[in-house]
């Protein structure tokens, strides 16, 4: 049975970078997919339209999830490399009836996810709101029991080995 993997994790944690690697390593075992591929609106936009920013990040899963049911699914497993909360993945995949999905979190100490964001030039992002996401995100999949990999003191390879790993474990070997 096909399974929706998302991977999640605040700005600078490194789950862009290693799906994109991983898209590259392992692209015929499943379908890979990018929340941030649908355009994101501004926070005035999300405020009139949603508002907030919560509530469209709530609805855009629960469309994703839906798109990919109707367009993916059916053909192979999904990994969809986002920021969304572990509440509102499961919300959107119960409204669409599946039951088949993981939630990998890709996580980092707050001085590496400082580091990293203003190396790549995003220093508005290394600020104590982007902390307190990763902070959220961090207890809601320990509380919830999600895979969580700490890419703090780990390369790119070591990362992307783990996480092949863990998706090799969870996918079915007849689709791959």
Known sequence: MNKIIFIIGASGSG????????EKEESAHFRVLYFDSIQVPSFEEMQE???????WQRVKTIEWVEEIKKNWLPIQSVVLDGQT??????EACQKNEISEFEIIL?????DERKRRLIDRGDNNLADVHMMRWAEYLRK?????????????????????????????????????
């Open 140 to 176: 809601e999949c320990q509380n919830r029991g999600y895979c969580i990999i700490d890419t703090t003191h780990l390369t790119i390879k070591e990362v992307l080995s783990e996480l092949s790993e863990f998706l090799h474990e969870v996918i079915d070997p007849s689709v791959r």
């Open 106 to 110: 890709l996580d980092c100490s707050d």
């Open 49 to 55: 339209r949603y508002g907030g920013p919560e509530e």
């Open 15 to 22: 789950k862009t970078t290693l799906v994109k690697k991983l």
């Open 85 to 90: 909360r572990p509440s509102f993945i499961e």
